[in-house]
């Protein structure tokens, strides 16, 4: 075992006793309330699943294994010569719920490099596929073509399945995962839009710095390219693509059909698929300004004009956070920091939209949160360094959120979680408890569907 999958064993064995415990004495206290809207609406805020990855404060924001945004970068080891962590350090840290030495780190990288070569039957698929397909697909057909080689498939089909050893089996898969899915970006990036010029993986490079020199990019987007995977990686486990790679994986399929749904999911026009929508938004925005200089007045008549005309403002608001996402800040703090990107044109359009739309959303009164979520800079970082073909910005999302999808079905298969199978209900129930005013919440449902409300 290396260093890492050591540590997590430890980590593993240690956490089971917890759980068991709380199953046994605990298993009958109730923690949340359910009500017709709930159902109806998508089970928003029902406190159903348990994960130590990450957690969203609606006030505070993203903590993962407890840490904000900024302390999770100022704990991690910096790549050689920059301000960022390294994606090696933070798998680490992601796992283990440890700041990681930089040996570790190194045990980590040296780990990667023996994973990350991609079969050569991944690129013919790839390159059998019509060259106009989405980059989703691509990237979601190259993930499953893996399928063939998963360590945790052949675990099981061997009839030595043992559950408590099983999370060694997807610990692997996970990690292939992890240390491939950068190279399968790149080279799905260069098939598409750079003739097919492929580059060489550098083995001196770390993850996120291997990826921009792949895709033929600066010396800087290094530096974004670490801070994207790592800010994307995770958001709890109630979000499309984490709770689909969970519930397929809790049916004991193999992490890559998992990830293959979860990126389903994330290249969805609601989920991963907004940051996009954002930046082609802020590209029509800049054409209303013909050409002038963003302005507190001219930016707030355009705001106006936007929501006056029935349209929402994209880029503004998040499901859960009732707050300015930190991932937000911390790209935008990127960018302030940055010679050139500073003084970009549409970063200043961005920012002068940041200063005003709180206020105008705020008036406004039909936004619980009038704050930006992450996709309102995210694809203005990405069309500055000159990646532009922004039908690959939800494959980006998807290299970073690999890193909590495959932590948190490592850790599901470490406690052993069951397969996921919500109760579902009628309307004709919904109907019957409505008319009756609700209904005890430990009380059990009734064999017997209710009759409808008249």
Known sequence: MTQLKDRLKEKIEAHRP???????????????????????????????????????????????????????????????????????????????????????????????????????????????????????VMLSSGILAMQRDSKFAAFYSSGKFN???????????????????????????????????????????????????????????????????????????????????????????????????????????????????????????????????PTTENVTAALWDTLNAGQVVPGYGHAVLRKTDPRYMAQREFCLKTTGLKDDKLFKLVSMIFETAPGVLTEHGKTKNPWPNVDAQSGVIQWYYGLKEWDFYTVLFGVGRALGCMANITWDRGLGYPIERPKSVTTDMLETWAAAGGRDIAAPASPQPPKPMA
């Open 18 to 136: 917890r759980i068991a415990r709380l199953t046994k004495e605990f298993g009958s206290v109730i923690i949340d309330k359910v009500d017709i809207a709930q159902c109806i609406g998508g089970a928003r805020d029902i406190r159903s699943l348990v994960t130590d990855i990450s957690y969203l404060d609606p006030q505070e924001g993203i903590r993962f294994r407890g840490k904000t945004i900024p302390e999770t970068f100022e704990a991690l080891p910096k790549a050689a010569g920059s301000e960022y962590p390294t994606v090696e350090s933070f798998w680490y840290f992601l796992l283990t719920g440890e700041v990681p030495t930089p040996e570790q780190v190194a045990d980590v990288e040296a780990e990667f490099k023996t994973r990350q070569q991609l079969p050569e039957y991944v690129f013919q698929a790839l390159r059998a596929l019509p060259l106009d397909s989405h980059p989703m």
């Open 163 to 293: 559950k408590m050893t099983a999370w060694e089996h997807v610990y692997e898969d996970a990690s292939d995962i992890v240390a491939r899915i950068p190279v399968l970006a790149a080279f799905i990036y260069n098939l598409k839009y750079r003739d097919d010029k492929q580059i060489s993986i550098d083995p001196k490079l770390d993850l996120g710095a291997n990826f921009a020199q792949m895709i033929g990019q600066s010396e800087q987007y290094k530096d974004v390219a670490r801070m994207y995977f790592i800010l994307h990686s995770d958001h709890e486990s109630g979000n499309v693509s984490a709770h689909a790679t969970h519930l397929v994986h809790s049916a004991l399929s193999d992490p890559y059909y998992a990830y293959a749904a979860g990126l389903a999911g994330l290249a969805g026009p609601l989920h991963g698929l907004a940051n996009q929508e954002v930046l082609g938004w802020i590209l029509e925005f800049q054409k209303k300004l013909n050409g002038a200089e």
